[in-house]
């Protein structure tokens, strides 16, 4: 099992940024896929960003190419999701998640990831 914890939320105005952070205990981070998904009230979980074990490379979503960059920080066994230009729309609690044992879900689905941290608010004025 891999414990998460985000951190880095909080309230930002609209056109700003914010980086998230997902610190791992447990494991070693680099080893897994890790996504980004957010949760707005009464929404889905939506898919945000990944990056994938091994060499690392990454994939998002058309809605969050260009504002969202997702990263690891092997050094601190940390995934970070930088986010800028928000929008209120983009309120909503933000969680990171891990692929441990690899299973066939697509990378976008939350069935794929078997931890999951308590979550980051962030909040969007306008």
């Known amino acids: 099992q891999v414990q998460l914890v985000e951190s880095g939320g909080g309230l930002v105005q609209a056109g700003g940024s914010l980086r998230l952070s997902c610190a791992a205990s447990?494991?070693?981070?680099?080893?897994?896929?890790v996504a980004w998904f957010r949760q707005a009230p009464g929404k889905e979980r939506e898919f945000l960003a990944a990056?994938?074990?091994?060499?690392?490379?990454?994939f998002y979503p058309d809605s969050a190419k260009g504002r969202f960059t997702i990263s690891r920080d092997n050094a601190k066994n940390t995934v970070n999701l930088q986010m800028n230009s928000l929008e209120p729309e983009d309120t909503a609690v933000y969680y990171c998640?891990?692929?441990?044992?690899?299973?066939?879900?697509?990378?976008?689905?939350?069935?794929?990831?078997?931890?999951w941290g308590q979550g980051t608010q962030v909040t969007v004025s306008s």
């Open positions: 447990g494991r070693t981070f680099s080893l897994y896929d």
């Open positions: 990056i994938f074990r091994g060499g690392g490379s990454k």
């Open positions: 998640a891990v692929d441990i044992s690899g299973t066939y879900y697509p990378i976008t689905n939350v069935a794929r990831y078997e931890s």
